[in-house]
């Protein structure tokens, strides 16, 4: 059995991946799973440029959870700036090294190596780009997967679109998968369910239901089981482009047994997105569903396929099979029956632009340039970011257009 290696970088990375294993453990119980797991203990490695996160979490009783060797944490300030993460922090990044290898020799083979951070703050761009790199040359023949924090429309920070831009890049150039989320989308979600405790930790347990709802179709044996390189190539037509976002449905817990109808029509709703975009806007290019319950492939298809009739679910028409399902018989503790979908959606181009556009707000008056220069970037770094993250949005514009019928 082949495993999957964990880093957590920064604030967000590590606040998300502890709502992630406590998620996971949650609904495993006893049975933990190999692949995750090692002797009961995540196979992951929680990196930080500050003590705090890093404190609460070892403070907690989730402590016995971790190998405590796992926490690397530095002892400076935060990182701020991109550069600072990327271009300082070497002996922080040697020790982070050893503690990724040292897991890699407890595995019998490597599924995936995932990253998780938010692309806007230093550490989790800077450090996180420079583990991007470092796990691409190391786990060649594996899948590297991103589960990035994306800046919400209320950012408290001046420079993150030049850290986010830095950060995409080194992302779509070397990772398979990234699966994007937003606090914005994650407050929305949260609120419509009534909950009115707003909160990261609160949003991370949200997000962490999410992926762990993604994470279960693999974890047990079922009938169309899936695993990450199958879901990597059903929802991956271009290899430049893989920004997926994630829905679920039902979001009330008190519809204990939805119909799968009901299910379908909400796993396209805006209500249920975990990442703000809208679906109106462009065309799905690809999806991966796995619903949960007591059903079967064909009942889902037929139902699903009602659904897709409505004229605000559009799929590209050059793919005859842009959907794949998964059905587990497995119930979640929630409810009877839920759905999780992968979304592969070209409406995150217009997202990408937005942010390409603020970056250039501020690079037009080389604002804040500065803070970078002095970390160690160089112009022309920047300049390379953005016209990569043009390519990325041009790429999902192309295939925007419904009408084009030129690969039928
Ligand atoms: N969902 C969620 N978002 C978070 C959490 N903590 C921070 N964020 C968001 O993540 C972004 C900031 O990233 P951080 O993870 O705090 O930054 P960092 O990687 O530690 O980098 P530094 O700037 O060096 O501290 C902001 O958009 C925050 O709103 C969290 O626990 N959950
Ligand atoms: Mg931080």
């Given amino acids: 059995m082949k495993q999957i290696i964990t880093i957590q970088v920064g604030q967000s990375g590590n606040q998300i991946g502890n709502a992630i294993w406590n998620q996971m453990m949650d609904d495993c119980g006893e049975k933990l799973d190999e692949k995750f797991f090692r002797k009961g203990i995540p196979r992951t490695i929680l990196v930080d440029n500050e003590e705090n996160t890093l ?11 971790y190998d405590p060797n796992n926490f690397v944490c530095g002892k400076s300030a935060k990182c701020l700036t991109f550069a600072s993460g990327y271009y ?22 490597i599924q995936a190596v995932q990253l998780i951070h938010s692309i806007n703050g230093g550490t989790g761009s800077g450090i996180g780009a420079k583990l991007v790199y470092y ?17 919400s429309k209320y950012e408290n920070s001046v420079i993150y679109p030049y850290n986010c831009l830095l950060g995409l890049m080194h992302l779509n150039y070397n990772y398979n998968m990234g699966f994007y989320f937003d606090n914005d989308a994650l407050q929305q979600m949260t609120e419509n369910m009534f909950i009115y405790d707003q909160n990261y930790e609160t949003y991370n347990q949200l997000l962490a239901f999410a992926m762990d709802g993604i994470y279960k179709s693999f974890r047990h044996n079922s009938y169309s089981n899936t695993n990450f390189y199958k879901i990597q190539t059903n ?17 009330f817990s008190y519809i204990n047994s939805p119909s799968l109808l009901q299910v379908s029509k909400e796993i396209y709703s805006k209500r249920n997105q975990t990442f703000s975009m809208s679906l109106s806007q462009g065309l799905f290019l690809a999806q991966q569903i796995m619903v949960y319950g007591d059903t ?13 009739t409505s004229d605000e679910v559009q799929f590209v028409r050059w793919i005859a099979d842009p959907i794949t399902y998964t059905v587990c018989p497995v119930k979640q503790k929630q409810c009877d029956l ?17 942010l390409q556009q603020q970056y250039r707000t501020l690079f037009q ?25 043009g390519d990325v949005i041009s790429e999902y514009c192309c295939y925007n257009d419904y009408t084009d019928t030129t690969d039928e």
Avoid at 235 to 251: D, E, G, M, N, R
């Fill in 296 to 308: 079967d492939v064909f009942s889902v298809q037929q139902e699903f396929k009602q659904t897709l």
């Fill in 338 to 354: 839920m759905a999780f979908s992968i979304n592969h959606h070209t409406a995150i181009g217009n997202k990408l632009n937005l």
């Fill in 235 to 251: 929802i991956t037509p271009f290899p430049k482009l893989h920004c997926y976002t994630v829905s679920l449905a039902p979001l």
């Fill in 88 to 109: 300082g922090q070497n002996d922080l990044f040697d020790e982070i090294v050893e503690r990724v290898r040292k897991e890699q020799e407890q595995c019998d083979g």
């Fill in 135 to 151: 796990t691409s040359d190391n786990f060649c023949d594996c899948s590297k997967i991103n589960i990035s924090i994306y800046p």
């Fill in 55 to 65: 404190d609460k979490i070892r403070g907690n009783k989730n402590l016995s959870y």
């Fill in 365 to 389: 008056k080389k604002a804040y340039l500065h803070l970078f220069l002095q970390d160690g970037l160089d112009e022309l770094e920047l300049q390379e970011a953005e016209s990569a993250c």
